[in-house]
């Protein structure tokens, strides 16, 4: 069975991670898995990239563009919705052809247009699409927030200024996927049951396979190890009780590093004991900028890409926190748990199903930082964390391992297969 899993990029956000992952855990268990990427970051030979062009880079310009403008010449949301006016032809390529099974996963920014989607799903080939957001289902965000006009036609979206100005995107693109999912089978699947649970609830998927599978870790990449051994490395401090906070872009507001900020503030206020042992090392692009925002000692560090620092980063930390206000299924919080480390988050999106309150971490009530605060010092607590530390472990290995999601996954390539 050859699988060609297809998404904007080879390594660069979660869902490019989240795709990587399961193609090696395809691979590990019999299955000719391949990627095909608009943007190749390494020189793994099962990814290829789309032919070179100086276009490539003017599409993205051109649909940002087209959103600046429907948007009354405002960046706000710029990266929040995708038009899909825009992408490149992949069915003529050598690797679609040869793969026996289409496996799309994010594939917006201008990749791929919804002209380029329709031609790859009425060519003929069983189509697989994993959601890593609410994209495929509505119209033109990638999270609804409070919305749910997609569970019928999207229109006039709130993300764009008064809904935007000129033609109403939300709709038109609501409509193209109707047309392109409505004569064709495709199996979705959603890395949550939360967003799998939204998708069933659009008009767009009616009569269409849904299910839920998870994302897969390696769980012999990442594992405990030596935390003393790991700071010294980073020259991290080995008297302190450390909390994690990580993103791509520390400064984006879905990221909730506001309520983080908050939180640490009451702790400073209300345990000055507790408050004194502590320091928060941030990981991700611009950490440097949110010291004045944090009472506590701070240790920045640049977004990470080797898996290998990423695992000790977690292994160094006695605490990940996710402040995050809308997520899937973080591959943070599995990261983190399969090595071992305690995880707090919001009562949100797919965060509960991998948090289990008590258990391995604390769910904190949905943008209360007084909440999130009395969860970090539950956590950090020395009568629950070493439990907490052998059960964040267990979960990842038992629900996230490569075996199991790649076995799930096959399974329902074996079912389009044989249809």
Known sequence: MRVLIINTSERVGGAAIAANRLMEALKKNGVKAKMLVRDKQTDQMTVSAIPSSWLLPLKFVWERGCIFIANCFSKKNLFQIDFANTGTDIVHLYEFEQADVIHLHWVNQGFLSMADLNKILHAGKPVVITMH?????????????????????????????????????????????????????????????????????????????VINIPNTINTHVFHPTNMAEVRRKWKLPEDKLLILFGSQRITDERKGFRYLAEACNIIKETAPDLADKLGIVVLGSHSD??????????????????????????????????????????????????????????????????????????????????????????CLDEKNYDTLCENAHKKAMNTYSEDRIARRYTDVYEMLLEQ
């Open 133 to 209: 957001d609410m994209w495929y289902f509505t119209g033109i965000c990638h999270y609804a927030g409070n919305c749910t006009r997609y569970e019928t036609s999207c229109y006039k979206c709130p993300l764009l200024t008064k809904g935007g100005w000129g033609k109403d995107w939300a709709a038109s693109v609501f409509e193209q996927k109707r047309r392109m999912f409505g004569d064709v089978k495709v199996s979705f699947v959603g890395c949550s049951q939360w967003i799998t649970n939204l998708a069933r609830k659009s008009s767009l998927t009616q009569g269409q396979f």
């Open 289 to 378: 900028k949110v010291e004045s925002l944090i009472p506590f000692d701070v240790y920045p560090i640049n977004y990470l890409s080797n898996e290998n620092e990423v695992m000790e980063m977690y292994n160094a930390v006695n605490l990940f926190v996710t402040p995050s206000l809308q997520d899937n299924l973080p591959n943070t919080i599995v990261e983190a748990m399969a090595c071992g480390t305690p995880c707090v988050g919001f009562n949100v999106g797919g965060i509960p199903e991998m948090i289990d309150h008590k258990e391995n971490g604390y769910v904190a009530t949905y943008k209360n930082a007084q909440d999130f605060a009395k969860g970090i010092q539950w």
